[in-house]
């Protein structure tokens, strides 16, 4: 019998060479490039991501913190990129965890909603948006958790780890789950 923990890996890699059905792009709410991870996916993928970005501009303006979009992957090893936009940290002062996990969660909803049976996370908001990794490390597994509990998708989890640190901070003791 499977495991919810078995469904989860955590990496160190690069996230725009990882084969799975979807991976999550930490995008801005103008969802048309940027720095970082956005930058990093929109580069690899090429024009098509953001052509298809533009469409959903056009259609709602955009993407709000929290939120999650879907859009073709264009030349990258996935079916799609999942867009949402972290919270930029305020020292707790406006609801960040909150809209952290909503990250997680509307990412995974759309993951599961359109037949991924793999999803690869980037550290949402710990860059640029200086939220605190060993914070954003603890929601992110148990807002993953959560969902896994009560999804058959998505099978499997990556989290990509882009430096030593944000691994280190995934793999402490308090940032996992035990299924007993």
Not at 28 to 40: C, E, I, Q
Not at 43 to 51: D, K, N, Q, S, V
Not at 59 to 78: F, P, Y
Not at 149 to 173: A, M, W, Y
Request: hydrophobic share 35%; with cysteine.
């Amino acid at each position: 019998m499977e495991t919810i923990t078995s469904r989860i890996r955590i990496i160190k890699g690069d996230i725009t060479k990882i084969q799975a059905d979807a991976i999550v792009n930490a995008a801005n709410t103008s969802l048309l490039g940027g720095g970082g991870v956005d930058g990093a996916i929109h580069r690899a993928g090429g024009t098509e991501i953001l052509e298809a970005c533009r469409k959903i501009v056009a259609r709602q303006g955009g993407c709000k913190v929290g939120e999650a979009v879907i859009t073709s992957a264009g030349k990258l090893d996935a079916k799609f990129v999942i867009h949402t936009v972290g919270p930029v940290w305020n020292n707790g002062n406006n609801n960040e965890d909150e809209k952290l996990a909503n990250c997680y969660s509307n990412s995974m909803k759309l993951a599961a909603e359109n037949g991924c049976h793999s999803i690869a996370f980037p550290g949402i908001s710990t860059g640029i948006y200086k939220f605190p990794k060993d914070r954003a490390a603890g929601i992110a597994i148990k807002t993953i958790y959560d969902f896994l509990k009560t999804h058959d998708l998505p099978g499997q989890v990556i989290l990509v780890c882009f430096d030593d640190e944000s691994l280190r901070v995934l793999n402490e003791p308090s940032n996992t789950y035990n299924t007993h």
